[in-house]
Protein backbone atom coordinates (compact mmCIF):
# COMPACT_ATOMS: atom_id res chain seq x y z
CA UNK A 1 0.00 0.00 0.00
CA UNK A 2 1.13 3.41 -0.98
CA UNK A 3 2.21 5.55 1.87
CA UNK A 4 2.36 9.45 2.71
CA UNK A 5 4.17 10.61 5.79
CA UNK A 6 4.06 14.83 6.13
CA UNK A 7 6.77 16.46 9.03
CA UNK A 8 5.93 17.70 11.01
CA UNK A 9 2.14 18.40 11.60
CA UNK A 10 2.82 21.80 12.61
CA UNK A 11 5.41 24.47 12.29
CA UNK A 12 5.24 27.79 13.47
CA UNK A 13 8.10 30.30 12.00
CA UNK A 14 9.60 34.10 12.49
CA UNK A 15 9.36 36.01 9.47
CA UNK A 16 12.88 35.56 7.75
CA UNK A 17 13.77 32.27 9.30
CA UNK A 18 14.16 29.49 6.83
CA UNK A 19 13.17 25.63 7.03
CA UNK A 20 12.19 22.78 5.42
CA UNK A 21 9.45 20.16 5.26
CA UNK A 22 9.11 16.62 4.77
CA UNK A 23 7.30 14.41 2.85
CA UNK A 24 8.35 10.90 3.25
CA UNK A 25 6.98 7.80 1.41
CA UNK A 26 6.49 4.28 0.50
CA UNK A 27 5.53 3.47 -3.28
CA UNK A 28 6.33 0.52 -5.12
CA UNK A 29 7.80 2.87 -7.73
CA UNK A 30 7.35 6.60 -8.13
CA UNK A 31 5.67 8.27 -11.25
CA UNK A 32 5.60 11.64 -10.18
CA UNK A 33 5.65 13.54 -6.42
CA UNK A 34 3.96 16.51 -6.34
CA UNK A 35 3.51 19.82 -3.72
CA UNK A 36 0.51 21.81 -2.71
CA UNK A 37 -0.09 25.03 -0.81
CA UNK A 38 -3.82 24.92 0.42
CA UNK A 39 -5.08 28.32 2.15
CA UNK A 40 -8.23 28.04 4.64
CA UNK A 41 -11.27 26.97 3.61
CA UNK A 42 -9.73 26.74 0.07
CA UNK A 43 -8.64 24.08 -2.24
CA UNK A 44 -5.15 23.06 -2.81
CA UNK A 45 -2.84 25.05 -5.37
CA UNK A 46 -0.37 23.11 -7.52
CA UNK A 47 3.48 24.28 -6.97
CA UNK A 48 5.79 21.26 -8.05
CA UNK A 49 6.23 18.19 -9.31
CA UNK A 50 9.20 16.32 -9.06
CA UNK A 51 9.79 12.81 -11.23
CA UNK A 52 12.99 11.67 -10.14
CA UNK A 53 15.97 11.73 -7.41
CA UNK A 54 18.02 14.60 -7.34
CA UNK A 55 15.50 16.75 -9.30
CA UNK A 56 14.79 20.08 -7.67
CA UNK A 57 12.29 23.02 -8.45
CA UNK A 58 11.96 26.52 -7.42
CA UNK A 59 9.24 29.29 -7.21
CA UNK A 60 10.03 32.74 -5.11
CA UNK A 61 10.72 31.31 -1.26
CA UNK A 62 9.89 28.03 -2.08
CA UNK A 63 12.52 25.12 -3.35
CA UNK A 64 11.22 21.43 -3.63
CA UNK A 65 13.93 18.67 -3.75
CA UNK A 66 13.51 15.04 -3.92
CA UNK A 67 15.38 11.73 -3.15
CA UNK A 68 14.30 7.92 -3.20
CA UNK A 69 12.41 8.03 -0.16
CA UNK A 70 11.66 11.74 0.59
CA UNK A 71 11.18 14.96 -0.40
CA UNK A 72 11.64 18.47 1.19
CA UNK A 73 10.00 21.59 0.80
CA UNK A 74 12.62 24.24 1.55
CA UNK A 75 11.70 27.84 2.81
CA UNK A 76 13.83 30.70 2.55
CA UNK A 77 13.01 33.54 4.40
CA UNK A 78 9.64 33.26 4.79
CA UNK A 79 6.67 36.00 5.26
CA UNK A 80 3.55 36.21 6.71
CA UNK A 81 2.12 35.49 3.52
CA UNK A 82 3.62 31.91 3.09
CA UNK A 83 1.13 30.90 5.95
CA UNK A 84 -0.52 28.01 4.60
CA UNK A 85 -1.11 24.12 4.93
CA UNK A 86 1.88 22.44 2.43
CA UNK A 87 0.32 19.28 0.72
CA UNK A 88 2.44 16.73 -0.79
CA UNK A 89 1.22 13.65 -3.08
CA UNK A 90 2.76 10.87 -4.72
CA UNK A 91 2.02 9.20 -8.31
CA UNK A 92 2.65 5.16 -8.09
CA UNK A 93 4.11 4.21 -11.25
CA UNK A 94 1.80 1.09 -11.21
CA UNK A 95 -1.98 0.40 -10.55
CA UNK A 96 -4.71 3.15 -11.03
CA UNK A 97 -1.67 6.23 -11.24
CA UNK A 98 -4.58 7.75 -8.48
CA UNK A 99 -2.44 10.26 -5.91
CA UNK A 100 -2.23 9.61 -2.41
CA UNK A 101 -2.10 12.72 -0.77
CA UNK A 102 -0.38 13.07 3.02
CA UNK A 103 -2.21 14.98 5.93
CA UNK A 104 0.02 18.16 5.24
CA UNK A 105 2.21 20.77 6.92
CA UNK A 106 -0.01 23.52 8.77
CA UNK A 107 2.83 26.74 8.79
CA UNK A 108 2.46 29.79 10.18
CA UNK A 109 4.82 32.53 9.53
CA UNK A 110 5.08 35.26 11.97
CA UNK A 111 5.79 38.84 11.14
CA UNK B 1 -9.73 31.29 -17.38
CA UNK B 2 -9.12 27.59 -16.98
CA UNK B 3 -11.02 26.70 -14.01
CA UNK B 4 -13.03 23.88 -11.85
CA UNK B 5 -15.87 25.65 -10.86
CA UNK B 6 -17.96 24.08 -7.77
CA UNK B 7 -21.67 24.61 -6.57
CA UNK B 8 -23.36 25.15 -4.30
CA UNK B 9 -19.88 26.63 -2.00
CA UNK B 10 -22.01 26.37 0.86
CA UNK B 11 -24.96 24.01 1.64
CA UNK B 12 -26.75 23.21 5.11
CA UNK B 13 -29.20 20.29 4.66
CA UNK B 14 -30.76 17.27 6.90
CA UNK B 15 -30.30 13.82 6.99
CA UNK B 16 -31.77 11.97 4.36
CA UNK B 17 -32.57 14.87 1.68
CA UNK B 18 -30.95 13.93 -1.48
CA UNK B 19 -28.43 16.60 -2.49
CA UNK B 20 -26.43 16.95 -5.36
CA UNK B 21 -22.93 18.83 -6.02
CA UNK B 22 -22.02 19.90 -9.42
CA UNK B 23 -18.73 20.03 -10.39
CA UNK B 24 -17.39 21.65 -13.87
CA UNK B 25 -14.25 22.20 -15.37
CA UNK B 26 -13.23 23.92 -19.03
CA UNK B 27 -10.02 22.76 -19.35
CA UNK B 28 -10.87 19.39 -21.41
CA UNK B 29 -9.30 17.30 -18.80
CA UNK B 30 -9.96 13.27 -18.67
CA UNK B 31 -9.57 13.13 -15.20
CA UNK B 32 -11.71 14.03 -12.54
CA UNK B 33 -12.28 13.25 -9.01
CA UNK B 34 -14.05 13.73 -5.83
CA UNK B 35 -12.42 14.78 -2.43
CA UNK B 36 -13.44 15.16 1.15
CA UNK B 37 -11.72 16.99 3.88
CA UNK B 38 -12.24 16.18 7.58
CA UNK B 39 -9.72 17.95 10.46
CA UNK B 40 -6.85 15.55 11.36
CA UNK B 41 -7.80 13.10 8.40
CA UNK B 42 -6.37 15.16 5.46
CA UNK B 43 -8.26 14.54 1.84
CA UNK B 44 -9.51 11.38 1.05
CA UNK B 45 -10.89 10.24 -2.55
CA UNK B 46 -14.12 9.35 -2.55
CA UNK B 47 -14.50 8.79 -6.34
CA UNK B 48 -12.72 9.41 -9.56
CA UNK B 49 -13.17 8.98 -13.24
CA UNK B 50 -10.86 8.75 -16.04
CA UNK B 51 -13.07 9.54 -18.97
CA UNK B 52 -16.98 9.94 -20.10
CA UNK B 53 -18.76 6.64 -18.45
CA UNK B 54 -15.82 5.65 -16.79
CA UNK B 55 -16.01 5.69 -12.48
CA UNK B 56 -14.36 3.83 -9.92
CA UNK B 57 -14.12 3.92 -6.14
CA UNK B 58 -11.84 6.06 -3.91
CA UNK B 59 -10.95 5.24 0.02
CA UNK B 60 -14.02 6.03 0.92
CA UNK B 61 -17.33 6.19 -1.60
CA UNK B 62 -19.82 4.69 0.85
CA UNK B 63 -22.99 6.44 0.91
CA UNK B 64 -21.60 8.76 -2.49
CA UNK B 65 -22.69 8.68 -6.24
CA UNK B 66 -21.48 9.89 -9.64
CA UNK B 67 -21.65 10.07 -12.56
CA UNK B 68 -19.86 10.95 -15.65
CA UNK B 69 -22.28 11.75 -18.89
CA UNK B 70 -20.16 14.47 -20.52
CA UNK B 71 -16.16 15.42 -20.19
CA UNK B 72 -16.48 18.29 -18.24
CA UNK B 73 -19.25 17.59 -15.60
CA UNK B 74 -18.59 15.39 -12.44
CA UNK B 75 -21.33 15.77 -9.92
CA UNK B 76 -21.36 14.31 -6.38
CA UNK B 77 -24.49 12.57 -5.10
CA UNK B 78 -25.75 11.68 -1.75
CA UNK B 79 -28.70 9.91 -2.11
CA UNK B 80 -29.46 10.15 1.68
CA UNK B 81 -27.13 12.22 3.58
CA UNK B 82 -26.09 11.55 6.90
CA UNK B 83 -24.05 13.77 9.79
CA UNK B 84 -21.36 12.04 9.28
CA UNK B 85 -21.24 13.27 5.59
CA UNK B 86 -20.35 16.67 6.92
CA UNK B 87 -17.51 18.03 5.41
CA UNK B 88 -15.59 20.21 3.41
CA UNK B 89 -15.51 18.45 -0.74
CA UNK B 90 -13.26 19.06 -3.29
CA UNK B 91 -13.38 18.60 -6.69
CA UNK B 92 -10.19 18.14 -9.12
CA UNK B 93 -9.35 17.78 -12.20
CA UNK B 94 -6.20 16.35 -14.21
CA UNK B 95 -4.85 16.28 -17.60
CA UNK B 96 -3.76 12.58 -18.98
CA UNK B 97 -0.43 12.35 -20.55
CA UNK B 98 1.12 9.40 -22.44
CA UNK B 99 3.89 7.74 -21.28
CA UNK B 100 7.02 5.46 -21.96
CA UNK B 101 5.35 2.41 -24.09
CA UNK B 102 2.42 4.52 -24.05
CA UNK B 103 1.48 4.17 -20.47
CA UNK B 104 -0.81 6.66 -18.82
CA UNK B 105 0.19 9.44 -16.61
CA UNK B 106 -1.78 11.79 -14.90
CA UNK B 107 -0.53 14.97 -14.39
CA UNK B 108 -1.10 17.74 -11.53
CA UNK B 109 -4.42 18.83 -10.00
CA UNK B 110 -6.55 21.58 -10.57
CA UNK B 111 -8.83 21.80 -7.81
CA UNK B 112 -12.43 23.49 -7.32
CA UNK B 113 -12.63 26.58 -4.24
CA UNK B 114 -15.00 23.87 -2.37
CA UNK B 115 -18.08 22.35 -0.94
CA UNK B 116 -18.80 23.16 2.60
CA UNK B 117 -21.48 21.06 3.88
CA UNK B 118 -23.66 20.60 6.83
CA UNK B 119 -25.90 17.82 7.33
CA UNK B 120 -28.16 18.08 10.62
Known sequence: EDQVTQSPEALRLQEGESSSLNC????????GLFWYRQDPGKGPEFLFTLYSAGEEKEKERLKATLTKKESFLHITA?????????????????????????????LIVHP | EAQVTQNPRYLITVTGKKLT?????????????????????????IYYSMNVEVTDKGDVPEGYKVSRKE??????????PSPNQTSLYFCASSLRSRGLAGASSYNEQFFGPGTRLTVL
Open chain 1, 24 to 31: SYTVSGLR
Open chain 1, 78 to 106: PKPEDSATYLCAVQASGGSYIPTFGRGTS
Open chain 2, 21 to 45: VTCSQNMNHEYMSWYRQDPGLGLRQ
Open chain 2, 71 to 80: KRNFPLILES
